[in-house]
């Protein structure tokens, strides 16, 4: 068996908050690249998709 | 009958990871690899991820020892790591050094996730300044990347970077005050109580402080909960691609965050001082003389401001330049930064209150007298400030100078009719005297002797270089 040694303790949930974070990010980056090619089918100019920045501080 | 446990040679603030230790010997400081460790340290050096990361000077270089130099029975490498001249913790950093080693921390998960391995812990202790950038030190913080499971340390970067950042962004609390409470890590649920009302609309803030403040609150630390704990290795349902969004969201928000300093007291000193420009030049010109016929390689500027000493002391030597104002050493900082001055290592230190020792018996993080040793130290228009407006004796502050200097002293003297002076006792009835040049050099006089004396032309303040006395201490 492999030996894990966690001596920080990943605990109280942290595992599932990334799991959520993760899911919410997902789907705002989802969204947005549907957002840009919805944006792109109407525009002429060729862009480039955007980058997954999540600027909400 | 009692066993004999023999303590380990470990560094006192090198315990909590068992993967191995620092120890020292004869000055020099050693990292050992224990047997538990091995698998992981022979991928990070076969992925190639040490090479990269060393190449671009985001980790500290080792050389690997044959011999098994700390007589452990768990030994399996020993390394010489490059060694550092001066260790600095994360509450002695202004916010854009907190900020810079999160973004750090960062980088160098993203490269470790390019080679299979991820970071097992995120400690901002893990993090140095050398020539004025981060640079990560822990060799054993690299373990094999499972991609089913999330990032191990992510709590403890938040609680440790982020949440920091967040008050002081938020807030205004300085990161340097926080984190002295909280060496570990701001838990999300104090951080949560200290952010004001107007970030539960951040996403952000809701996501990495909230969140967990809401999940914490019903699971005892330490336990885990019910459900949404670690699932075995290659049994959870986590990807790379998950773990990639989050640390991209952890970057843009850290780009972010700024410190406003707004209130800061110190703020255009120089340029607020009407004894400004022909002072500061007359100043310089003296500063400059004294200077020239000495010999030192290290510095201590204390009470730095906006660290315009520090850059001419830049010329000859290292130097760590601190003050007690968050604000003016983070603009050091940028301003070193943004001119790539390698040279000068600021830091929020208050001479009054410089930094304590903490952690496991007070060893684990030595406090700023013991790891602080200059060939000259600087303190100009500095000791009218302890004295006025920090109520110290006169007689008390030589003795505190001559243990952090080697060599020398250039110390500026402001006398009592001097317009500073008179603002800083205007409103007290009571302070220390006697306070003149003469008492002045007779305190100075016990531990120094006094080399050089000048009066700078236009005021009564005078310059004095000093040397140490041997016997003085």
């Known amino acids: 068996m492999k030996v894990v040694f966690l001596y920080i303790d990943p605990g109280s949930g942290s595992y599932l908050i990334q799991v959520i974070i993760a899911a919410v990010l997902g789907a705002l980056f989802y969204f947005k690249n549907l957002w840009w090619k919805f944006r792109s089918f109407f525009s002429r100019k060729k862009q480039e998709p955007p980058k997954n920045d999540n600027e909400n501080a | ?473």
Request: aromatic content about 12%; charged content about 25%.
């Open chain 2, 1 to 473: 009958m009692t066993m004999k446990m023999p303590e380990l040679p470990h560094h006192p603030a090198s315990f909590r990871d068992p993967s191995g230790f620092v120890f020292q010997v004869k000055g020099i400081y050693y990292r050992q690899i224990s047997k538990s460790y091995a698998e992981d340290y022979e991928q990070l050096l076969q992925s190639g991820l040490y090479a990269k990361l060393t190449a671009r000077k985001l980790l500290l270089t080792h050389q690997e020892l044959p011999e098994n130099l700390s007589g452990s029975p768990e030994h399996y490498k020993t390394l010489v790591p490059e060694q550092l001249e001066l260790i600095t913790y994360p509450y002695e950093w202004s916010f854009d050094q907190l900020k810079d080693a999160a973004l750090h921390t960062l980088a160098v998960l993203r490269l470790s996730l390019e080679h299979d391995m991820i970071l097992k812990d995120a400690s901002p202790f893990n993090i140095q300044f050398r020539d004025g950038k981060p640079l990560f030190i822990d060799t054993l913080s690299f373990e094999r990347y499972d991609a089913s499971l999330p990032w191990v340390a992510y709590r403890q970067f938040c609680e440790s970077f982020l949440f920091p950042l967040y008050l002081e962004h938020y807030s205004g609390l300085g990161t340097q005050k926080a984190l002295l409470s909280w060496p570990d890590g701001i838990p999300a649920a104090v951080t949560a109580r200290l952010l004001p009302w107007k970030c539960r609309w951040k996403m952000g803030v809701w996501m990495h402080v909230y969140l967990p403040a809401m999940v914490e609150g019903r699971t005892k630390r330490g336990e885990g909960p019910k459900r949404g704990g670690r699932p075995a290795p290659g049994k959870g349902t986590f990807s790379k691609e998950k773990l990639q969004h989050i640390l991209q969201n952890l970057e843009a928000i850290l780009n972010r965050l700024g410190t406003k300093g707004d209130d800061s007291t110190w703020r255009n000193y120089y340029e607020a001082t009407i004894l400004s420009r022909d002072y500061l030049e007359e100043k310089e010109r003296l500063f400059r003389e004294f200077m020239q016929g000495l010999t030192f390689k290290t510095a201590l500027d204390i009470g730095a401001n906006d660290g315009y000493f520090s850059h001419i002391l830049g010329e000859a030597a290292s130097v760590l330049a601190i003050d007690a104002d968050a604000f003016c050493m983070n603009t050091l900082y940028r301003g070193l930064r943004e001119k790539n001055i390698l040279n000068i290592q600021p830091l929020c230190v208050d001479i009054v209150n410089p930094t304590p020792a903490i952690g496991f018996r007070n060893r684990e993080r030595a406090s700023f007298s013991e790891r602080v040793r200059v060939e000259l130290v600087v303190a100009l228009a500095l000791v009218h400030h302890l004295v006025f407006g920090r109520n110290l004796p006169l007689t008390d502050i030589p003795g505190y100078f001559a243990e952090l200097t080697t060599g020398y002293l250039l110390v500026e003297f402001v006398p009592l009719e001097d317009e500073k002076v008179q603002e800083l006792i205007r409103n007290k009835s009571r302070y220390h005297l006697p306070y003149d040049a003469h008492y002045f050099e007779a305190c100075f006089g016990q531990y120094f002797d006094i080399g050089k004396k000048k009066e700078i032309p236009g005021t009564k303040r005078i310059l004095y270089l000093m040397k140490k006395r041997p016997s003085s201490l």
